[in-house]
DNA sequence: ATCCATTATACTAATATGAGTATAACGCTG
DNA sequence: CAGCGTTATACTCATATTAGTATAATGGAT
């Protein structure tokens, strides 16, 4: 038996959590939503409207879109976004550390 | 803005969590799982599976069931439920305390 | 002007989840 | 032994979530 527990972050609705954190991600590495969702194997189309739901809820936007041009256009992460995946990504590695210890001390020596 | 979790335990899917410490409370307080399901406004049918479905990735049983008799029957919390709800309703409430806390340390003075 | 890869968005289809209905079996009580 | 309210379980139907498909629009490069 082994503890799993998932964080994130409201405001009118879910507003980031470690699936938007993950695209973010990729898209810094790859420089497009769509490159990201694919290399996730996720959908364009639902990266966008995850994107998108986010961004209205938060006001605020993550990716910096440009459309057309040289190679059809690309997202870049905006520094908002850049702050809330880094807090986000410490405050889940450290909430991680401490419910495992929280497990252990609270389940030490269960099972009857 | 706000944090929201959730923890649950797995064992061979989810094994344990906070819908059915709910349930086995009210299971406590009433005597029968059907009168627990209808004061959660949830189906017997829903709440019945959902307890099989427990019992047997645990590979114990959570309620002692009485079926027939005086009162039609109903269900008992085991030993083992009691310990189980007693471990993760603590275990629950300090992550809650502890995951407040390390929101505010990583997201104090956020929102630009 | 055309091509290209991307963003943007609407519309449809599949799937999973949950609710509801129905029915059997049980066993004490009167 | 008939009645009652419960557990036990199968089966169907509605609904909500999610995935997929299609299509437009953009704008720099060739």
């Known amino acids: 038996m082994r503890p799993v527990f998932k964080i994130w972050l409201e405001n009118n609705g879910k507003v980031f959590g470690e699936g938007p954190l ?15 969702a694919a290399q996730m194997g996720m959908s ?6 995850l994107i998108a ?26 520094p908002y976004a850049q702050q809330l995946m880094k807090r986000y990504s410490e ?12 497990y252990l001390k609270h389940f030490e020596g269960f099972k009857t």
Chains 1, 2 share one sequence.
């Open 44 to 49: 364009y189309n639902k990266a966008w409207r």
């Open 53 to 78: 739901a986010l961004e209205e809820r938060l006001g605020y936007s993550l990716l910096e879109k440009r459309v057309g041009g040289a190679c059809g256009g690309g997202s870049k992460v905006t």
């Open 22 to 36: 993950e695209i973010l991600q990729k898209v810094e590495k790859t420089g497009s939503l769509r490159s990201a």
């Open 91 to 102: 405050l889940k590695e450290e909430a991680e550390i401490v419910l495992e210890k929280l």
